[in-house]
């Protein structure tokens, strides 16, 4: 008899009060990132004790009227902490009155500017902290401004899909979705970072289905593709784009309704580029040269240790899906292999 071939998996805990879902990805043991990756997370785990899930951000999995207000709410009030403790570190104060006059025509808008505040003040941020952080107190007043300037970048981001999820769904019913998180430990380490090879470059890719295991950005700031997807014109002409060139513990985890092709999502972008004379700026639209998309690495393969089968669902049973994790909170992910 043939010995069983052990396969590696990455396995998902959403919990409340109530239960715990764990989401079980499937790695494709036949790419060479996804290994590294998994041998860099199985590393990263068994040598940092504590490590759970931290900046999670569930972009797009709400919809309603009802979570773009609530995420209003929670932005505006992150705004407010972040500005109480800027004097720390010296950094900018971010607007508030820019949320008091938001609507459906100028949004993007506002969370585009909103987003270029995050980024200057966590770029300022990560510039001043080590000359202070050995001094006793600031280790912690850094942790804190960090978890609300990252919460503020999160919430603009989820604010876009859930907003966009408001529209599709009264338009043409679709719903997309995604979680973004990281493991921290206890002084809000992320791991090492490793940096991509030549060939992991080819491995960029702008499909996006159910089940989708990627890995996350590992930037500060967009790359062009989110600029296509904000219509952010400011931020290229600035030169302020950020391709991905490493990665740490960042993942994200796709809920689409709809598959999205490669060839789909290309063709939109680059009638954007060209419309907008992208090539101007110095930008290629090639989607190894500018990192557009993100590497995936697995697929969702388990529920509960219940299998399924992702391609085979339909929508109401996808939004079930959704359901049992969206009110959840993703306490930790990690490596298994069995």
Not at 149 to 167: A, P, S, V
Not at 240 to 251: A, G, L, M, Y
Not at 290 to 308: F, H, R, V
Request: with cysteine; charged share 20%.
């Amino acid at each position: 008899m043939l010995p069983k071939k052990h396969r590696k998996y990455f396995e998902f805990h959403f919990q409340d009060s109530q239960a715990l879902v764990a989401l079980k990805y499937q790695v494709y043991q036949d790419k060479s990132i996804a290994n590294t990756f998994f041998t860099h997370i199985k590393d990263f785990v068994e040598t940092t004790p504590d490590v759970k899930c931290r900046y999670t951000s569930a972009n797009g999995l709400y919809y309603s009227k009802q979570d773009i207000e609530l995420l209003l709410k929670k932005l505006q009030l992150n705004i407010i902490l972040l500005n109480k403790n800027s004097h720390i570190f010296d950094l900018k104060k971010i607007d508030e009155n820019l949320l008091r006059n938001i609507s459906r025509a100028n949004l993007h808008q506002v969370l585009n500017l909103l987003h270029e505040d995050f980024e200057h003040n966590m770029n300022d941020l990560q510039i001043k902290y080590p000359k202070v952080s050995t001094i006793v107190g600031y280790s912690d007043r850094y942790l804190q401004i960090c978890e609300a300037l990252n919460t503020i970048n999160n919430t603009i981001h989820e604010l876009e899909g859930t907003f966009n999820n408001y529209l599709n769904l009264l338009n043409n019913k679709r719903y997309g979705g995604f979680y973004s998180t990281c493991l921290l430990d206890k002084d809000g380490w992320t791991g090492s970072r490793v940096e991509l090879s030549p060939k992991d470059y080819e491995e960029f890719t702008l499909e996006q289905f159910f089940g989708q295991l990627l890995i996350g950005y590992d930037t500060t700031g967009k790359n062009l593709l989110h600029a296509y997807w904000t219509n952010d014109l400011k931020i290229i002409k600035e030169s302020k784009i950020t391709p991905q060139t490493s990665f740490s513990s960042n993942v994200l985890l796709y809920f689409q309704s709809h598959n999205l092709s490669c060839e789909s999502v290309y063709q939109g972008f680059c009638q954007w580029y060209e419309d907008n004379n992208i090539s101007q700026y110095g930008y290629s639209k090639k989607i190894s040269e500018q990192s557009l998309g993100n590497i995936a690495i697995g697929k969702l393969k388990y529920i509960n240790d219940q299998e399924i089968d992702v391609d085979s669902l339909n929508l109401a049973e996808k939004l079930a899906i959704v359901d049992q994790i969206k009110n959840k909170d993703l306490i930790t992910y990690f490596p298994v292999i069995f």
